[in-house]
């Protein structure tokens, strides 16, 4: 079964303002990384942030781990209509080794 | 590096005939692959793990018989959907755990299958 959540399911914004999506998971994990998939496409790896680490940065992407939460967010920053896509979290768990994706967040950037 | 290939990139069968995908791990070797699916709308499901040289260990819910997995080697992972019928139709998507041992993973660009 999935384990990650995201949330909002979807979200609306103007081109130039910030965008910020959450996910939430039920286990320990190795790693949690992000992806973008546009539409009909297959999916982009945007960031992986291990399970020592509370926060990285990528460009315009900020990420954070709470793994005392088991939450992680993604922020995009001075979004752009091109960030119109859907963005998942996948979790590494711990002992399986494999990855389960979240129902994913469906970001539109207004130009 | 660490680029994972899948052929073909798209395919449309007829119902009731079987279509094989290849997930290749281009510059890294895998022993461990793993296949997903993905309906419209809908979040990626994992189908089954996939281990060079043994068995593969499908998930819940997911038929070994109709989705026959083989891992003959350590960039080679193929999975053929027998019997194929319009509900089959979907996205899947492959991807590859470096050997080197990390639990990185390494997804696929996806196959996109239509059965009419």
């Known amino acids: 079964s999935q384990q990650g959540e995201e949330d909002p399911q979807a979200l609306s914004i103007q081109e130039g303002e910030n965008a910020t999506m959450n996910c939430s998971y039920k286990?320990?994990?190795?790693?949690l990384q992000w992806y973008r998939q546009n539409s009909g496409r297959g999916l982009v790896h945007l960031i992986l942030?291990?399970?020592?680490?509370r926060e990285k940065h990528s460009g315009r992407l900020r990420v954070t781990l709470d793994t005392s939460k088991k939450s992680s967010s993604l922020l995009i920053t001075a979004s752009r209509a091109a960030d119109t896509a859907s963005y998942f979290c996948?979790?590494?768990?711990?002992?399986?080794?494999?990855?389960?994706f979240g129902d994913g967040t469906t970001l539109t950037v207004k130009p | 590096g660490a680029v994972v290939s899948q052929h073909p990139s798209w395919v449309i069968c007829k119902s009731g005939t079987s279509v094989k995908i290849e997930c290749r791990s281009l510059?890294?070797?895998?022993?461990?692959m793993f296949w997903y699916r993905q309906f419209p709308k809908q979040s990626l499901m994992l189908m089954a793990t996939s281990n060079e040289g043994s068995k593969a260990t499908y998930e819940q819910g997911v038929e070994k018989d109709k989705f026959l997995i083989n891992h003959a080697s350590l960039t080679l992972s193929t999975l053929t959907v027998t019997s194929a019928h319009p509900e089959d139709s979907s996205f899947y998507i492959c991807?590859?755990?470096?050997?080197?041992?990390?639990?990185?993973?390494?997804f696929g660009p996806g196959t996109r299958l239509t059965v009419t």
């Open positions: 942030i291990r399970s020592n680490e």
């Open positions: 286990t320990s994990i190795n790693n």
């Open positions: 996948a979790t590494v768990n711990t002992n399986a080794g494999k990855s389960t």
């Open positions: 991807s590859a755990r470096d050997v080197a041992g990390s639990y990185e993973q390494y």
């Open positions: 510059d890294f070797q895998a022993t461990t």
